[in-house]
């Protein structure tokens, strides 16, 4: 095998460039790598290392630092010593008048070679530049910290960046507290709602946006008079010019953005949009397969991108810290290695969400949860970009309109036990009733979660529904002139009714409560029968009605009402259950209770059916 060939004196021309000059000399240089150390750098909240390499083109050498997001090549092994690479992508900066070459993208040539040529210094380079490489040509790769390093910021972390039309830029990681005359130009990568506080030193209000550029990302906030002034100018995709923000040591307990400081933008911070059209950031995503999430710790944060193969109706929570009502919408996402996953979005993107077609997603920043068994969930600093222009979602767009359409993908499970996957129905984890019963699932100290496909057998018409609060969901006390509401501490015209259902499905009992209704139906299968308790998903599903809807026809004509429940029996669903044991009048039972009902999907089924049919022996036989 030949040797690759090296690009002939780009250091000496990396070194006499002027900072103006370092984009027109384009990029995919092939040059060798004669050293790598790590630099580690101690900051109050935690290590941080950095690699300071030299290249060679074979006849001279210059010193570098690779950008923190391509540490992963030096930990994994695929560069070494004498590694050739391509550059594709670099910045460069000045140190207290030294030049200094960061390395932003490369690509791996040739992980094993032997040195090309007797490099020297380029004639005219830094003298530390040169006594640095002087020691390191023949050594190893090495992990000890380097005694020039005397701030806690790397070199290339202190330096301002190249001159473009006119402007000093900053890359995101040379941003510290010691600063001041710096300007960033960086990708809106996603911006919060206003959010307002009242406490004892008074009241405020504030917002948050993520930015992010080639070298790192930082979160920037505004509070009170900033919020009137910047919150329009900012919007989540565009790229910005920054520049008088304040930086602070940032406060880890509110934000999980990979960046020990955080800018806090000020009355005089200026924000000009971007209109160039190259040398715009671009968003860094590290994808992992969803297969993969069991390797994960519960609250770790990840990359994702999957197909959005299911959208599920918006919903609300009760923030516990807030007391305020949160939306929120569950999608089901599917990818390549034919696992499933349950993704939550918050707020004002899951009120606004829509889409159709399965769309591709790229998740960044999402969190782990492990609710029956594994989770994600966007958190305020994660972002969601739906069909992105990017070379893996076009992998995965022609891999699912080829085949992926027909594969039959596996949810997550919490326990042999029979946990549903997220309190979302499993095929592969779906019991019997009468198995159920026998187990004894939910005679345990916590929750056990199970699957079932049943039917509707009976549907209790006493207390279908209750007068709720709109706002808390909590049952609210009729005062003949108005409902009141004591969480809430509100009366109200008049209450919004809440399903809570009692369903019957052959043999065991279930209660439903559904968000809005309250109802209790008999379910059955070939095995057994059961009563399942729900809330208000449950009666949309079942009924197709709201709550209200249903009481103004039981107001209006009783026999229309009975003929709406009948008509709901009979047919059959998938059902997510939690079976768990409940103590009243000192009489301790288990009581199942419905997470998610689903209507069976006959043309899923069909294939699944089909897929057994294919590895069974009778198949293979044939």
């Avoid at 889409?355 to 949860?369: L, S």
């Avoid at 669903?573 to 069976?600: E, H, L, M, W």
């Amino acid at each position: 095998m030949s040797t690759p060939q090296l690009s002939a004196g780009i250091c000496t021309r990396l070194n006499d460039a002027s900072p103006d000059e370092i984009d027109s000399l384009g990029s995919g240089f092939t040059v060798q790598l004669l050293s790598i150390k790590k630099v580690s750098q101690q900051t109050s909240t935690a290590n941080i290392d950095r690699y300071r390499i030299i290249i060679s083109d074979g006849v001279h050498f210059v010193q570098a630092m690779l950008a923190t997001q391509l540490n992963d090549l030096v930990a994994s092994g695929r560069i070494i010593k004498n590694s050739i690479i391509v550059i594709d992508k670099l910045t460069c900066n000045f140190v207290q008048d030294k030049r200094l070459l960061i390395i932003l993208d490369l690509g791996v040539v040739s992980r094993e070679e032997e040195k090309i040529g007797n490099p020297t210094a380029v004639p005219g380079s830094s003298a530390a530049a040169a006594n640095a490489v002087a020691e390191t040509p023949d050594s190893s790769t090495s992990t000890a910290p380097q005694p020039s390093v005397s701030s806690s910021r790397p070199a290339a972390a202190r330096a301002t960046a190249s001159s473009r039309q006119g402007r000093s830029i900053y890359p995101i990681e040379g941003l510290s507290p010691y600063q001041n005359n710096w300007t960033i130009k960086a990708r809106v990568t996603q911006k919060s709602d206003i959010r307002t506080w009242s406490n004892q030193r008074g009241e405020g209000k504030l917002f948050n946006v993520t930015l992010m550029d080639e070298t790192g990302e930082i979160r920037a906030t505004g509070f009170n008079a900033v919020v009137d002034e910047l919150y329009d100018k900012f919007e989540e995709g565009k790229v910005y010019y920054i520049s008088k923000g304040r930086v602070n040591l940032a406060k880890k307990k509110f934000s999980n953005v990979q960046n020990d400081y955080e800018m806090s933008l000020e009355k005089n911070t200026v924000v000009e949009e971007c209109v160039d059209v190259v040398n715009l950031p671009m968003i860094k995503y590290n994808f992992i397969p969803l297969a993969s999430l069991e390797q994960l710790q519960k609250d770790a944060t990840c990359d994702v991108i999957a197909i959005i193969k299911e959208v599920f109706p918006l919903g609300e929570i009760i923030s516990k810290a807030t007391n305020k009502s949160v939306a929120k919408r569950d999608l089901t996402i599917v990818d390549k290695s034919l696992y499933s996953v349950r993704m939550t979005i918050w707020g004002r993107q899951a009120e606004t969400f829509t889409t159709d077609d399965f769309p591709v997603a790229a998740f960044k920043g999402v969190k782990v949860g492990d609710f029956g068994g594994r989770s994600l969930s966007l958190l305020s600093s994660s972002y969601m970009t739906l069909n992105p222009d990017i070379e893996e979602a076009h992998l995965l767009r022609g891999w699912y309109d080829g085949i992926g359409t027909d594969k039959t993908f596996q949810s997550y499970s919490s326990a042999p036990s029979g946990g549903s996957s997220f309190g979302g129905f499993n095929r592969n984890d779906m019991r019997y009733l009468r198995d159920v019963k026998e187990l004894q699932l939910g005679m345990s100290d916590k929750a056990e979660y199970f699957s079932a496909r049943a039917t509707v057998m009976h549907i209790r018409q006493e207390s279908i529904a209750y007068p709720g609060c709109p706002t808390c969901g909590k049952k609210v006390t009729d005062l003949g002139d108005g409902w009141r509401c004591e969480k809430c501490e509100k009366t109200l015209e008049r209450p919004e009714h809440r399903y809570a259902m009692h369903v019957r499905i052959c043999a065991i009992e279930m209660l439903i409560h559904l968000a809005r209704y309250t109802m209790s139906m008999a379910v059955s299968d070939w095995s057994a029968q059961l009563w399942l308790q729900g809330f208000n998903d449950v009666g949309l599903a079942v009924f197709g009605k709201t709550a209200d809807e249903l009481m103004e026809i039981k107001d209006r004509d009783e026999s229309e009402y009975a003929a709406v429940l009948a008509q709901a029996a009979g047919k059959t669903y998938n059902f997510s259950c939690r079976a768990r044991q409940d103590t009243y009048n000192d009489q301790t039972r288990v009581r199942y209770g419905i997470s998610k009902i689903t209507p069976v999907e006959y043309y899923e089924e069909a294939k699944y059916l089909r897929d057994l049919l294919k590895d069974s022996d009778w198949a293979m036989s044939a």
